[in-house]
């Protein structure tokens, strides 16, 4: 699978994450700052 590819589909991921957070919580900036750390964090961890 090509770089870009790869880049393209995790960043897709990352966004349908956020939105699914968003509709479970109130959608403020420290709010989605802390999903997108959460869920680095996590990606980190499993790449």
């Known amino acids: 699978m090509p770089l870009d590819r ?3 589909l995790l960043a897709e991921a990352a966004v349908r994450k956020l939105s699914q957070e968003r509709e479970q919580q109130e959608a403020t900036p420290d709010a989605i700052w802390a999903v997108w750390r959460q869920w680095m964090n996590k990606t980190r961890r499993t790449a």
């Open 6 to 8: 790869l880049i393209d």
